[in-house]
């Protein structure tokens, strides 16, 4: 069976940092497209971060200069550095594996068929 697993998650002040951690048995994975995204209670989850099967990433709005997603295929491990957590940035993190998105969908979650069971981060003073 194909998993994603997060870890990473936790409390957090504002301004603090986090490293989200996705380890995958994905054994192709380093030819598939990859995200993160995130989701509050009552609110429609939305995308993070993605990066694409020639390594070419994307930002939510919300996270540019702040996030960086990255991968080590040598682990089939991907990664979200988080800086200057904010508040609003309070989610379950959920990470996301594709093995084709098509043009133009990479921040859309439906593009994405493997997902993790996620990660809570908590940002608050």
């Known amino acids: 069976q194909l998993e994603l697993v997060e870890s990473g998650g936790g409390d957090v002040q504002p301004g603090g940092s986090l490293r989200l951690s996705c380890a995958s048995s994905?054994?192709?994975?380093?030819?598939?497209?990859v995200g993160w995204f995130r989701q509050v209670p009552g609110r429609e989850g939305e995308a993070v971060a993605t990066m694409d099967s020639g390594y070419r990433t994307d930002y939510a709005d919300s996270g540019k200069g702040r996030f960086n997603i990255s991968r080590d295929n040598a682990d089939n491990t991907l990664y979200l550095q988080m800086n200057s957590l904010k508040l609003e940035d309070t989610a379950v993190y959920y990470c996301a594996a594709a093995d084709v998105v098509p043009p133009g969908r990479g921040l859309h979650r439906a593009a994405y068929n493997y997902w993790g069971q996620g990660t809570q981060v908590t940002v608050s003073s």
């Open positions: 994905i054994y192709w994975f380093d030819r598939i497209c």
